[in-house]
């Protein structure tokens, strides 16, 4: 028996409730026979005018996650993704991998399935482009959110040139940014050293964009959301080649 819309894969992809990127870009990512249920992490449209404001969203959309990932196990899912990046950041690679094995083992003691993680989804894309080490980084995020980005990556091997956050004010008004406000921040960030782009933050509609600016700029440029749905693809034998979001679901 499998899933009618699902007869390839069922993927469970979990999100804050404010957020309304993911799933859109999912969905115009998606290949036949995979079925999205989209299911809630619920924290409120809370007000992020400083750093104890964002640093009190991670905390919520944490403090939602493990009831939301049971939540999303009652659609019997294949795989599940998470789809949110801040708080899969923070402070680090280590509480990051701890973080990942917490859920996972959740998700494969209660419904005998995967996670994918916004920052291990990272680090397997990054592996895909080997000549990479310098890169730029945009954000929807205050500078303590950045500051994490930073350090994350710094963990796991890559220097962060120059990072540039939006700072948007609440994790709804994410999605409002719009593409030239994005296309100003990568300006900001570019430059002949860096190697790579990389934009973080899930309810920043970027995946179209992002596969835009890596023509014009001659380089890679990654979506985060691109990123956490390719590492589901691959890592559930779905192997399209799916164009028009970046390199990195086009070619790998």
């Known amino acids: 028996m499998v899933d009618y819309y699902g007869y390839r894969k069922k993927f ?39 750093e104890d404001s964002f640093v009190a969203l991670v ?13 999303a196990l009652t659609v019997l ?3 599940v993704i998470f789809g949110y990046s801040a708080e899969t950041f923070w402070d680090g690679k280590d509480r990051s991998d701890r973080e990942f094995e917490r859920y996972n083992s959740i ?7 995967n996670i994918t993680f916004g920052a291990q989804a990272i680090m397997d894309a ?6 990479v080490k310098r890169i730029g980084v945009i954000t929807p995020y205050m500078p303590v959110g950045d500051g994490m980005v930073v350090k ?33 921040l990568v300006k900001k960030v570019d430059g002949d050293d860096i190697d790579l782009i990389l934009q973080a933050g899930t309810n920043l509609h970027f995946v179209e964009l992002a596969a835009q600016l890596e023509q014009e700029l001659g380089k890679p440029v990654l979506a985060i959301n691109a990123i956490t ?24």
Request: proline share 6%.
């Open 77 to 79: 899912p294949d795989h």
């Open 126 to 131: 990054l592996k895909c482009y080997p000549g």
């Open 12 to 50: 469970a992809v979990l999100v804050p409730s404010t957020n309304t990127a993911v799933e859109t870009e999912y969905h115009k990512m998606c290949p036949e026979g995979v079925v999205l249920a989209t299911r809630a992490c619920v924290i409120p449209p809370m007000s992020v005018t400083d």
């Open 152 to 184: 994350f990556l710094a963990d796991i091997g890559y220097e962060v040139v120059r990072i540039e956050g939006h700072k948007s004010d609440s994790p709804v008004s994410i999605a409002y940014e719009t593409s030239g406000d994005n296309r100003a």
């Open 59 to 71: 905390k919520a959309i944490g403090n939602a996650t493990e009831q939301g990932l049971r939540d």
């Open 107 to 113: 998700a494969q003691a209660e419904g005998g399935c």
């Open 229 to 252: 749905f390719w590492h589901a693809l691959r890592n559930n034998g779905i192997p399209d080649r799916i164009k028009g979001f970046g390199s990195l679901l086009a070619e790998n």
